[in-house]
C-alpha cells in the first residue's frame, strides 16, 4: 500500500433500494458520498414481481405496471434531489435482488454500492441473509451497508485490524475514500480479560508492537500515518469492537472480508460471526483481493 498518489475516489455509486420509507438512511447517504466525490449516482430497484395490489391486477390485465412505477419513481427522485444539481439515473430491472445487484454492479467500474434495509426483508435479515452474503462474495466493489442517519461527512471511522492481507486492504480502502481523515485501527486482543496483570501488560504491548509493523508494511507517508491512531481492546472481537463503538461514537465501521467466507465470517473468520449483528453504526465490507494472504 503506498498513499503517496492522489487518491482515486469512486466516479460512481449504485444505490440499491425499493425506495420505500424505510430507505430514506441509505438514500441520504448515498447522497451525501455522491456530493462529496462529484460522482454519478445510479439508483437500482429490482422487481421481483408484482408488489401491491394494483401491481398484480395490472399484471393481469396486461398494463404495464413497470413502467407506471418508473414514472413515479422518478418523480420521487426529482423531488428528493431538487436544488442538489445532481440527477440521479434510475435503473429498474426485473429478477432476483441479488443476481440483479451484481449485474448492475458488474457493468460499473470504480464504484461503490450501497445497500439498505428492505420492503421484504428486516435490517438484520438484509446484513445476515443470503442478500447480503452473496453480495459481500460476489462484488468487485466495496459494499456500504447503511444504519445511521446522515449527519454530514464520515469523520469517525474504525478499521478492524487482525493483521492480514484483508486488513490491509481495508484500511487502504478506507484511506483513498475518506482521505484526510483520523483512522483508528482496531485490534482485539482476546484472552486477557482474567490474564495476570504481567501477563496482560506483555500482551498488550505485543499487540501494540503488531499494529506498528503491521503499518510499517503498509508503506505510508508520515502525515496519513499521523493520521491514524492505534487501539488495542480487550475480549471477545465482537464485544470489545461493538463497545469501542458505542463509547467513541464511531460512524463507519471498516472491515476486510474473506474471499471464500460467508459475509458473517468477515475480520478474524468465524470468530466474529455475529459482528455485524450488533453493529449499530454504518459497515464498509471490502473483499479481499484474489492474491491476498489472510494472514
Do not use: K
Request: glycine fraction near 8%; charge should be negative.
Amino acid at each position: 500500500m503506498n498513499d503517496s498518489t492522489p487518491a482515486l475516489l469512486p466516479r460512481r455509486l449504485l444505490l440499491a433500494t425499493d425506495l420505500c420509507a424505510c430507505c430514506d438512511r441509505p438514500l441520504d447517504r448515498a447522497r451525501q458520498l455522491a456530493l462529496e466525490w462529484q460522482a454519478d449516482l445510479t439508483v437500482l430497484t429490482v422487481r421481483e414481481g408484482p408488489a401491491t395490489p394494483e401491481e398484480v391486477s395490472s399484471w393481469l390485465e396486461g398494463t404495464d405496471a413497470v413502467h407506471a412505477f418508473e414514472l413515479a419513481a422518478r418523480a420521487e427522485l426529482a423531488e428528493e434531489f431538487a436544488g442538489t444539481g445532481m440527477v440521479p439515473m434510475l435503473q429498474v430491472v426485473p429478477g432476483d435482488v441479488t443476481d440483479g445487484i451484481l449485474g448492475a454492479a458488474a457493468a460499473l467500474s470504480e464504484a461503490l454500492v450501497v445497500i439498505g434495509a428492505s420492503r421484504n426483508e428486516t435490517f438484520q435479515e438484509l446484513i445476515l441473509g443470503s442478500t447480503a452474503g452473496r453480495l459481500a462474495q460476489g462484488l468487485d466493489h466495496p459494499l456500504l451497508v447503511v444504519r445511521q442517519r446522515t449527519r454530514g461527512s464520515y469523520a469517525r471511522i474504525l478499521v478492524a485490524n487482525d493483521f492480514s492481507e484483508t486488513a490491509r486492504e481495508a484500511l487502504g480502502t478506507a484511506l483513498r475514500l475518506l482521505p484526510g481523515r483520523r483512522i483508528t485501527l482496531f485490534h482485539a486482543l482476546e484472552g486477557s480479560a482474567y490474564a495476570p496483570l504481567e501477563a496482560s501488560a506483555a500482551a498488550l504491548q505485543e499487540a501494540q508492537a503488531g499494529n506498528e509493523r503491521f503499518l510499517d508494511g503498509c508503506a505510508l507517508p508520515a502525515d496519513v500515518r499521523g493520521r491514524i491512531d492505534i487501539v488495542v481492546g480487550r475480549g471477545l472481537v465482537t464485544e470489545a469492537i461493538t463497545r469501542h463503538v458505542v463509547e467513541g461514537a464511531i460512524q463507519l465501521v471498516v472491515l476486510g472480508v474473506h474471499r471464500l467466507s460467508a459475509v458473517a465470517r468477515v475480520f478474524m473468520g468465524s470468530r466474529n460471526d455475529d459482528l455485524l449483528e450488533h453493529l449499530p453504526c454504518d459497515t464498509l465490507l471490502v473483499r479481499a483481493a484474489e492474491s491476498g494472504d489472510d494472514g
